[in-house]
């Protein structure tokens, strides 16, 4: 076998052992874990607690009894603790957030919906991580001054010493350091060609365990850190390293040795516990005991009076791991469901001993090459592992994964299903139309005198020849948008009425048909009981052989979206619509027009389509939610907000719920996240997704970094400027608003009703003579 099929058989053993590692081991700073150490002035402990539905953070600050709360209404998936404060990743890797611990006070580093944190290392003050996107994987990037990586690098683990940071490439399992210290090419140096699974780093010295699973220590070995007191072959599963010391959990009873700080490191106060994690601080240890997950300090600089060494921290259970929601590779941690509380399962650690036996009889650890035995196993490893990958893509294929989500243009992209309203059965397309009727007839709709059947309360059947004649046979002068199911016409009746009329596109009975179809239903049926001042009222339709055509009331000023966006008012700066208090006011329609469908329609609607080019606007400028092709009816009363199924995703691109969109499940909070793209849009002038210089860019990655760093003015629309001293408070709590209903996961969204309330509080502070929104309470609950 040749050196490079040695090395691609190799890369399935790696990748299953740095699973495993990354839970069980912190350095200095730490990398990813559930516990971490805050070494500088006030020592403060901080864990992500267990057996709560909000995995929250809370911290022990030395000389204070209790623990202090941090963020206690956001889940953290991983935290890691340096010289001032700690750094934490929201669930889901996509945020990442730093809290200087003298004043406990967040601030975010760190957000993409498109590119997700999956480890993340913090030394004395930087801070880095290593990022997945859908093209580019396992890339490293750093914070706080750190000095950054080989842009080209690919790595499958990384960890921060006091100035320094390490990673094991990807590609070689060789180490590579950087930072602004010359100990870091020391360490680089001292590790050679030697091939590794893992990396952590302390002050001045790193640790990692070799592909035949050996400890080796590298760097300043001045109080004896680097002298591994036993080093059998598998023995160690995790490992801290503080400043001078180091310190590792033994795989036979998960108990620790620790060696270095010249020798003050030989307490036996820890000699009993069992340990699942442990994290170092300048000159001591803390560890997640295995029997309660509590956390117990010792060391040398382990001064608290209160809590002596050995003694546990005043903390709650501490998780032994992140909750993930994906399958675990070797299996479920015991207690997982309860410690998760139900939302995801801690990973059992994979035993490296199985993973890569020693094949023959161990050797010091020198060796710069794979052993026959592991390469054989990993030969047989990648074989296994070719087919699982095999049986995944065929269940996706065959489980409808592909193929589920696919894009039309309506006006922009749009995520479309093939059914549209409630569950129906699997029929034919003939009868699912048909039951479709029956159905909207029994629930939604009103029996009036007439020729047919299907005439809705308000409805009225129109002849199609009278709108072609109101349409100038659909001419494209009178062509003035798309909706879900067509395009819509601007006509005029007999009786000088001005409508807006969606002809349905024309065809053969295929499955476009058949979408439009369960489109023009779905309006019809919605729309004939709804009756609000701000949604599009229904004028009436008409039904012939083919054709599918709808009436509404004219929107004279038309598409919020073109006001926004169109290129013939882009470089305008005179619209009505480029004023604050205008786009406020728009937008809090709008969000009634959503509230009312979530909250008063019997049943509730979920629109699922909610987007610039949907908030219509009248002679009036009142603007009105339209086209409800891909609305549903929503949960029952009782319990609308948390209530979810199983769907297939539908939407539009930009403004799709993410979580929607990912899991399939869809709940009203997804709407909420649509008005939020919108609210964004409000504010910058951006579109949903826009070209940036580098590539296309969402507008939730392009403004809700800088509305969390407190950079709002930065990203908000030159058309309308700067807002006046008195329009402050109103621009930032809509922007507040925005940020928290674009939240990835659906429960740490605002309700609608939330929404209603923030977004009238800012438009009243424009009729407040003070223009001060700030003695009133801002919503910002979620589930």
């Known amino acids: 076998m040749t050196t490079r099929s040695a090395a691609v058989a190799a890369v399935i053993v790696i990748t299953l052992v740095n ?222 390293l503080g400043m001078n010391h180091s310190c590792g959990i033994r795989f036979v009873n998960h108990t620790v040795v620790c060696w270095g700080g010249n020798g003050a490191f030989s307490s036996n106060v820890t000699e009993s516990i069992s340990f699942e994690s442990v994290a170092a601080g300048s ?90 035995g592991l390469l054989a196993f990993a030969i047989v490893g990648s074989v296994g592992t070719f087919a699982g990958i095999c049986c995944i893509i065929y269940f996706l294929w065959a489980g409808g994964c592909f193929g589920k989500k696919k894009v039309h243009n309506s006006v922009q992209p749009t995520i479309t299903a093939t059914s549209n309203v409630a569950q129906l059965s699997s029929s034919s397309p003939v009868s699912r139309s048909s039951t479709l009727r029956r159905q909207g007839s029994r629930l939604m709709r009103r029996q009036r005198s007439g020729t047919s059947s299907k005439h809705a309360d308000r409805a009225e059947e129109f002849l199609f020849t009278d709108l072609a004649a109101a349409t100038n046979n659909f001419s494209l002068e009178n062509k003035i948008g798309a909706g879900s199911f067509g395009v819509v016409y601007k006509g005029k009746l007999p009786d000088g009425c001005e409508v807006a009329i969606k002809r349905g596109e024309t065809g053969p009975r295929t499955k476009k048909f058949q979408e439009k179809e369960s489109a023009f239903d779905s309006e019809l049926a919605f729309l004939s009981r709804l009756h609000h001042k701000h949604l599009v009222r229904l004028v009436g339709y008409c039904e012939e052989r083919d054709e599918r055509l709808l009436v509404y009331e004219y929107m004279k000023n038309g598409a919020l979206f073109d006001h926004l966006h169109d290129k013939n008012n882009v470089e305008k700066s005179s619209s009505i619509v480029n004023s604050w208090k205008m786009r406020i006011k728009i937008a809090l329609d709008a969000a009634r027009g959503i509230e009312y469908l979530h909250n008063y329609a019997v049943p509730p609607i979920i629109h699922r389509d909610i987007k610039s080019s949907n908030i219509l606007i009248d002679a009036n400028w009142i603007a009105r939610v339209s086209d409800f092709g891909l609305s549903l009816m929503g949960p029952d009363q009782s319990n609308r907000d948390y209530s979810s199924r199983p769907m297939k995703a539908a939407g539009t691109v930009g403004y799709i719920d993410p979580e929607y969109y990912g899991l399939n499940v869809l709940t009203a909070k997804s709407d909420v996240y649509g008005l939020g793209v919108v609210l964004l849009e409000l504010l910058t002038g951006k579109r949903a997704i826009f070209k940036s210089e580098a590539a296309p860019m969402s507008v939730v990655d392009f403004a809700v970094p800088a509305i969390m760093a407190g950079e709002l003015t930065k990203i908000l629309d030159n058309r309308v400027g700067p807002p006046a001293p008195s329009e402050v408070e109103a621009v930032e709590l809509v922007a507040y608003t925005a940020m928290h209903c674009v939240h990835l996961e659906g429960k740490d969204r605002p309700t609608i009703s939330d929404s209603v309330s923030n977004l009238e509080r800012a438009l009243a502070a424009f009729d407040d003579s003070h223009g001060s929104i700030s003695s009133g309470p801002i919503s910002f609950v979620s589930d």
């Open 19 to 240: 699973i495993f590692f990354i839970y069980y081991v912190q350095a200095l700073g730490g990398s990813s874990t559930t516990l971490a150490v805050v070494y500088g002035g006030d020592t403060t402990i901080c864990g992500i607690v267990a057996n709560q539905s909000i995995r929250r953070i809370e911290c022990w600050r030395d000389g204070q009894s209790t623990a202090a709360p941090i963020s206690p209404d956001v889940s953290f998936d991983f935290i890691v603790g340096g010289l001032d404060g700690f750094a934490a990743v929201r669930s889901g890797g996509y945020s990442l957030h730093f809290w200087n611990s003298s004043s406990f006070v967040p601030k975010r580093l760190y957000f993409s919906y498109s590119t997700l944190l999956t480890t993340v290392t913090m030394g004395d003050a930087q801070i880095c991580a290593i990022t997945n996107s859908s093209t580019q994987n396992n890339y490293a990037t750093c914070w706080r001054g750190g000095e950054q990586p080989n842009g080209s690098s690919q790595f499958i683990s990384i960890s921060s010493g006091s100035t320094f940071t390490c990673g094991v490439l990807e590609s070689l399992y060789r180490v590579v350091c950087w930072g602004n210290s010359d100990i870091a090419s020391r360490i680089q140096s001292g590790f050679g060609n030697e091939t590794m699974v893992n990396i952590y780093a302390g002050g001045r010295h790193a640790c990692g365990v070799n592909t035949n699973g050996f400890l080796i220590c590298k760097g300043d070995n001045n109080n004896g850190q680097l002298n591994v007191p036993s080093n059998l072959s598998n023995e160690y599963i995790g490992l801290a």
């Open 283 to 372: 000159d001591f240890t803390c560890g997640l005991t295995t029997s309660n997950f509590s956390v117990v300090c010792w060391g040398p600089g382990w001064t608290s009076n209160m809590y002596p060494q050995g003694a546990a921290l005043p903390l709650p259970m501490i998780l032994p791991g992140p909750c993930v929601q994906s399958n675990c590779t070797c299996g479920i941690y015991p207690q997982s469901q309860n410690l998760c509380f139900g939302n995801g399962n801690i990973c059992r650690p994979c035993d490296f001993s199985i993973l890569a036996p020693p094949m023959v009889a161990p050797s010091p650890p020198s060796t710069t090459r794979l052993r026959r």
